[in-house]
T-cell receptor, first 114, second 112 residues
Framework: EAGVTQSPTHLIKTRGQQATLRCSPI?????VYWYQQALGLGLQFLLW???????NRGNFPPRFSGRQFPNYSSELNVNALELEDSALYLC?????????????FGPGTRLLVL | GQNIDQPTEMTATEGAIVQINCTYQ??????LFWYQQHAGEAPTFLSY????GLEEKGRFSSFLSRSKGYSYLLLKELQMKDSASYLC?????????????FGTGTRLTVIP
């Protein structure tokens, strides 16, 4: 069974540009989560989508946004890129939320903002 | 606020046993996960504890005490491939929350 996939693996942008990152969850999973892992820091929760709806967001500015499509894949958009947005962006998926489901992570997209 | 504390780095010898501690102060606690993350790779699931006690899975065991806000990951018969970061994460359960809150991770180096 295929795991969580993310594209692209690497992305280089300049300050002020927009970045779009994509994620395909494990088949049968309806929830998708986005995390940011900056160098030397722990994973920081960004967004949670389930059944096409944004369910919760972390402490990030509104220029971080996303959506979930009917096939449960998801997109993370980062507008007006800043240098400190350079990080590894990880997507995770899980079964429908019950409070005890395990999140499985994709390989991540490494974003570099110059 | 939410807080998770883990040691930043640990070193252990191949074949030995190592215990990685995690203490947490969070709201809406629902359970605690341990993930392994090799450098440049995605975190991979190791264990999940929701009830107090020890969960054993091969060479890895995880313990939880909810009343003390404490967990540990025990790795036995260490192998060189166990060199990685070990992430402690709390599953938050509250109004609208279903995300994981992660500690900064413990970088374990296994030496011959």
């Amino acid at each position: 069974e295929a795991g969580v996939t993310q594209s692209p693996t690497h992305l280089i942008k300049t300050r002020g540009q927009q970045a779009t990152l994509r994620c395909s969850p494990i088949s049968g999973h309806t929830s998708v989560y986005w995390y940011q892992q900056a160098l030397g820091l722990g994973l920081q929760f960004l967004l949670w989508y389930d059944e096409g709806e944004e369910r919760n967001r972390g402490n990030f500015p509104p220029r971080f946004s996303g959506r979930q499509f009917p096939n449960y894949s998801s997109e993370l958009n980062v507008n007006a890129l800043e240098l400190e947005d350079s990080a590894l962006y990880l997507c995770a998926s899980s079964l429908a939320p019950s409070g005890q489901e395990t999140q499985y992570f994709g390989p991540g997209t490494r974003l570099l903002v110059l | 606020g939410q807080n998770i504390d883990q040691p930043t780095e640990m070193t252990a010898t191949e074949g030995a046993i190592v215990q990685i501690n995690c203490t947490y102060q969070t709201s809406g606690f629902n359970g605690l996960f341990w993930y392994q993350q090799h450098a440049g790779e995605a975190p991979t699931f190791l264990s999940y504890n929701v009830l107090d006690g020890l969960e054993e899975k091969g060479r890895f065991s995880s313990f939880l005490s909810r009343s003390k806000g404490y967990s540990y990951l025990l790795l036995k018969e260490l192998q060189m491939k166990d060199s990685a970061s070990y992430l402690c994460a709390v599953s938050l359960k509250g109004t609208g929350a279903n995300n994981l809150f992660f500690g900064t991770g413990t970088r374990l180096t296994v030496i011959p």
